[in-house]
């Protein structure tokens, strides 16, 4: 039987956090690796930018950070990636300070602060995951009905609600994760259901939603939102790698 000193317990219950942290899921890179946006705006903007130099205006920095976002999140040379992913949440960042007001700039910082947590230690991953929720819900409240602020907070609350209890206990508990708690399934499937509502023929929602039915034993409402993905047309960048997941996914679906 083990002996718990203060530092043994410590150890007991941070290890398979950060397991899980390793994976990406108190960093929530999870929650914005599908997170739909404007790409072919997205990817014109970084064509330009790379013509012409830095970004500078409002419109500029934020397509800029989407089109970084995308670029990263398949790169395989982890120096790399991690520079994009850098260099797109420091345009969104900019983007935010020029014009707080309009959803845009909060919505792609959370993307982008979301996928640089992959990176962190534990402590900034839990740091970064609370951003994200504080970006998307900055957008939505400048917009109720963004889809892909919708789309982020619906997997903030399934990503969560997928760690096992003890780690969400440690976010909460010791790292400053307190808004942790309030993730649930109901919310998870409310804002997905609503960016489906809202883009109907977008992929990334219909297999994000697809995975919430899923795991809440829904099987026959998750085949139909795995084919409903499948059958999508291609909107976004890396849609082709999403639908295979898709094929994949329901393939494997019991």
Sequence with gaps: MPTYSANSIAARFVRPARLLWCAGLLGLG???????????H?????????KSGEPSTYLELWQAAA??????????????????YAKATSYA????ALNPGDPEGHFHLSRAVGRTALAAGPRERVKYGVEVREEALAALKLAPRHPGALHVMG???????RL??????????????QVFGTASWAEALRHLELAVEIEPARLVHR?????IYRDLDRPNDARAAYRAAIAAPASDPNDAVYRQHAIDELKRLR
Excluded: C, Y
């Design 67 to 84: 089109a970084a976002v995308d670029q990263g999140e398949f790169e395989k040379d982890v120096a790399v990636r991690t520079a994009l």
């Design 93 to 96: 960042r900019r983007a935010v």
């Design 164 to 177: 096992n209890g003890i780690s969400r206990t440690v976010a909460r508990a010791f790292l400053g994760g």
């Design 155 to 161: 997997v903030w609350h399934a990503e969560l609600m």
């Design 42 to 50: 997205a990817q014109m903007a970084m064509a330009s930018v790379t």
């Design 207 to 211: 297999l994000d939603l697809a995975r």
């Design 30 to 40: 999870a929650v914005v690796v599908a997170a739909p946006h404007r790409g072919a």
